[in-house]
């Protein structure tokens, strides 16, 4: 769920960055951690000494608890500041893995009322640790890039601007093509980068390039996650609209509405206990986009078109779904 009031398709630069930037880029790596074999009393010191309200338990590279300064007052008023820290910390911790998207960590450092977030990879082992803090001036620190990259691109974007007012034609199109092969995590969210680099040399307006930026990264990942051979993103930019469709041949969606609804995901526990395939894709694709229209032969292919409209009213109802009956072309 991308943070925020999204019912109106309006998406902010710090609600694109959150949905988009993975976990690893906001992380603090230097984590200070706690022993195992200390004492309550050793941590109360170490906690004072190294300007810490809490830290996670580590034991052979993995966390095993977390305590906190609340877990080291109530050891002082039990008068147990003699008991190994192992018997004080709560071991039912909260991780995040490394390349899961920020908007998990807002989801449970707001909502869910965490402090801080051991950050982890696919084998347990502590990489980092996200905190309120660390997560906001990541954030800042990304839009200042993005800021500074902004203004030394202005010139490519000026030449790119000039593409629809240079060339004379009844009907002006610029046609851009990726492949998004199945399973590839490293690169996924690679083709979503390039489109959004690729409409703000254009100068698309910003608000048009966030939402499409969320969607097709939803769109991209779906083909990583879902897909047995991957897929292709067809971007076509014209004077007035944005058309984007994704095209998989395989295994295809069985109940096209029901893929609709908010957390309903197929995609296998693995994936899930990576962070992604929470069943958010296509609902946040129908929220951001002016019109979305999925169809597909279950078994053969799937095919989503999305339609972001430079100007106030969409060409078409807001969302279409068809299944093909029969095996056909795309």
Known sequence: MIPGDMSNQEITKVQELIYTTRVESVMASDVIVIDPSMTMSQVKNFMRENRISGAPVVAEGKVIGIVTMNDVIRSMEDG???????????????????DAKVAEVVNNLGRRGFSRLPVVDHDGKLLGIVTTGTLIRSLLLQMDKSFQKNEAEKLYTYRASHIFQDISSDDTGLTLRYFVNERDFDNAGKASSLIKRSLQRLVVQPQIVRRVGVAVYEAEMNLVIHTDIGGEIVVEVRKDRVNISTVDHGPGIADLKQVLQPGFSTAPEWIRDMGFGAGMGLANIKRVSDVMKLTSDPGHWTRLEMVFNFGPDPLLPKVELEKSLTRGSQ
């Open 80 to 98: 147990k500041l003699d008991s190994p820290v192992t018997e004080v910390m709560t071991t039912e911790v909260r991780t995040v893995l490394m």
